[in-house]
C-alpha cells in the first residue's frame, strides 16, 4: 500500500528555522499535508498543498514539494517554544489521508 | 462556528466488550472520517461516510463499523474489543475532499 515517511526528532533553539522532511510513494497524490499535534490532543491542519505546486507560503511556514523526488518539507521560522509538537506528513489517497509516523520538534529557548 | 467534538474524552473497557464512540460534525460539513492512532504511530484511516453511506473504508475488521446520521454525526462501533485496540480514535469532519478537520479524540483502553 503507499507509504508516507518521515524523520522522527528534530531539535531546534528559539528563534531558528525548522526544516521537517517527508517522503511518500502514492504518485497519484492530489494533495499533501502537514498536521500538528500537541501532548493529549486531536490534529490541527496547519496547512496542505496541491500536487501540481512546488511552493506555497503561509506565515511563518513555508512548504516545499518536489512531485519527481516525492518529497515534501515544512520549513517554520523563526521556531518559537509553542512550535514543540509532532507534524505529521499526510497524503491524500482517494478519501483517505496516509499519514506518516509523525516528526517530534523540540524547541530549546 | 463550533469544531468537532467528540465523546467521551477517555475510556476503559475489558476484551470482548463492545464500545460506541461519538463525533458532531463542524457545522455544514457533510462528510466525516474516522481514524486509529496507537501509540507513538500516525493515524490510520478507518472509514468515510459521505450522506450517511460508508464512502471509503481502510483495512480494518467487519467488527468496526459505523454510521452517519442525518444531522451528519457520527457513531465508531468496535465488537468484541482486543487489547490491540488501545487507542486514540479521532474523527475528521470535511465539506470538500481536501480538507478535514480533525476533533480532540477519544482515548479508549482495553484492559
Known amino acids: 500500500g503507499e507509504d508516507v515517511e518521515q524523520s522522527l526528532f528534530l531539535s531546534v533553539r528559539e528563534g531558528d528555522s525548522s526544516v521537517i522532511n517527508c517522503t511518500y510513494t502514492d504518485s497519484s497524490s492530489t494533495y499533501l499535508y502537514w498536521y500538528k499535534q500537541e501532548p493529549g490532543a486531536g490534529l490541527q491542519l496547519l496547512t496542505y498543498i496541491f500536487s501540481n505546486m512546488d511552493m506555497k507560503q503561509d506565515q511563518r511556514l513555508t512548504v516545499l514539494l518536489n512531485k519527481k523526488d516525492k518529497h515534501l518539507s515544512l520549513r517554520i521560522a523563526d521556531t518559537q517554544t509553542g512550535d514543540s509538537a509532532i507534524y505529521f506528513c499526510?497524503?491524500?489517497?482517494?478519501?483517505?489521508?496516509?499519514f506518516g509516523k509523525g516528526t517530534t520538534l523540540s524547541v530549546s529557548s | 462556528e463550533t469544531g468537532v467534538t467528540q465523546s467521551p474524552t477517555h475510556l476503559i473497557k475489558t476484551r470482548g466488550q463492545q464500545v460506541t464512540l461519538r463525533c458532531s460534525s463542524q457545522s455544514g460539513h457533510n462528510t466525516v472520517s474516522w481514524y486509529q492512532q496507537a501509540l507513538g504511530q500516525g493515524p490510520q484511516f478507518i472509514f468515510q461516510?459521505?450522506?450517511?453511506?460508508?464512502?471509503g473504508r481502510g483495512n480494518f475488521p467487519p467488527r468496526f463499523s459505523g454510521l452517519q446520521f442525518p444531522n451528519y454525526s457520527s457513531e465508531l462501533n468496535v465488537n468484541a474489543l482486543e487489547l490491540d485496540d488501545s487507542a486514540l480514535y479521532l474523527c475528521?469532519?470535511?465539506?470538500?475532499?481536501?480538507?478535514?478537520?480533525f476533533g480532540p479524540g477519544t482515548r479508549l483502553t482495553v484492559l
Open positions: 499526510a497524503d491524500l489517497t482517494g478519501t483517505a489521508l496516509i
Open positions: 461516510y459521505y450522506r450517511e453511506e460508508e464512502n
Open positions: 475528521a469532519s470535511s465539506l470538500t475532499a481536501n480538507e478535514q478537520f
